[in-house]
């Protein structure tokens, strides 16, 4: 491994920059693993279809009770008219109307009305009872739709995240490998260009010269003309 490198250098080289981990770490708090942040995730999913729901039985139940009332009222008008109908017919046939007579009459219309709205209630409390019951679910079984949400989310996030992880760990190694060759590369260059350098110095000491220096104690003469004087000797060349 080249000399001095650090993670944190490798992170601040263009190698990490250009390696795309950047761009996949981002993605990973968004993939939610948590129990609080698959609740918030299920809760979120779960919102819309609540309120779908919610609003259809709301609707359903609203029709049902509307379509009770309209009933009731034309049923209403319908013994009524039956009512006034009798009188105007026994009047037009010239029979003495006596009171008697059209309470009794009366009455037994209104038994056959009550009868009938007795009927139709049952009916429509029996139409009323499937989207009360359902709307009451939507209460009561909040909390286990949320958990059956978040243990399928969970299911499904938990390999997402594993991949993930596994394609940043396998881009992140590549790209620190190139790094390191790229300085062992780097710094082989280098010693090669001092090498170079070096060998080619001029002014290097010739073979055979004899400074000054190593001829203390050496009393014999030297003279300008002398390119070399043995210290062992008063030869001279």
Same mark, same amino acid.
């Given at each position: 491994?080249?000399?001095?490198?650090?993670?944190?250098?490798?992170?601040?080289?263009?190698?990490?920059?250009? /390696?795309?981990?950047?761009?996949?770490?981002?993605?990973? &708090?968004?993939?939610? =693993? /948590? $129990?609080?942040?698959?609740? +918030?995730?299920?809760?979120?999913?779960?919102?819309?279809?609540?309120?779908?729901?919610?609003?259809?039985? /709301?609707?359903?139940?609203?029709?049902?009770?509307?379509? @009770?009332?309209?009933?009731?009222?034309?049923?209403?008008?319908?013994?009524?008219?039956?009512?006034?109908?009798?009188?105007?017919?026994?009047?037009? #046939?010239?029979?003495?109307? !006596?009171?008697?007579? &059209?309470?009794?009459?009366?009455?037994?219309? *209104? #038994?056959?009305? *009550?009868?009938?709205?007795?009927?139709?209630?049952?009916?429509?409390?029996? @139409?009323?009872?499937? &989207?009360? @019951?359902?709307?009451?679910?939507?209460?009561?079984?909040?909390?286990?739709?949320?958990?059956?949400?978040?243990?399928? *989310?969970?299911?499904? *996030?938990?390999? =997402?995240?594993?991949?993930?992880?596994?394609?940043?760990?396998?881009?992140?190694?590549?790209?620190?490998? $190139?790094?390191?060759?790229?300085?062992?590369?780097? +710094?082989? #260059?280098?010693?090669?260009?001092?090498?170079?350098?070096?060998?080619?110095?001029?002014?290097?000491?010739?073979?055979?010269?004899?400074? &000054?220096?190593?001829?203390?104690?050496?009393?014999?003469?030297?003279?300008? !003309? /002398?390119?070399? =004087?043995?210290?062992?000797?008063?030869? #001279?060349?």
């Amino acid at each position: 491994m080249a000399d001095n490198t650090t993670f944190e250098k490798y992170q601040e080289s263009g190698h990490a920059q250009a /390696s795309g981990v950047s761009d996949l770490q981002q993605q990973v &708090p968004k993939i939610p =693993v /948590s $129990d609080d942040a698959l609740r +918030k995730q299920a809760e979120a999913q779960y919102a819309d279809t609540l309120k779908t729901l919610d609003d259809s039985y /709301s609707k359903q139940l609203s029709a049902l009770i509307t379509s @009770q009332a309209n009933d009731e009222k034309l049923l209403n008008e319908q013994y009524n008219n039956s009512i006034s109908s009798m009188m105007a017919q026994l009047k037009k #046939r010239g029979l003495d109307v !006596t009171e008697a007579l &059209p309470q009794a009459q009366t009455a037994a219309i *209104n #038994r056959h009305r *009550n009868d009938t709205m007795t009927v139709r209630q049952s009916l429509y409390s029996a @139409q009323r009872s499937l &989207p009360e @019951q359902q709307k009451q679910l939507l209460s009561a079984d909040y909390e286990k739709a949320i958990a059956q949400r978040m243990s399928a *989310n969970r299911a499904t *996030n938990i390999p =997402v995240l594993s991949n993930l992880l596994a394609q940043i760990a396998e881009l992140q190694s590549a790209s620190y490998t $190139d790094y390191i060759n790229y300085l062992l590369a780097k +710094k082989s #260059r280098g010693s090669s260009r001092r090498k170079s350098t070096s060998g080619s110095k001029p002014g290097g000491t010739q073979s055979g010269y004899v400074p &000054p220096s190593a001829l203390a104690g050496y009393k014999g003469s030297v003279t300008a !003309t /002398s390119t070399y =004087v043995s210290p062992f000797g008063k030869e #001279r060349y």
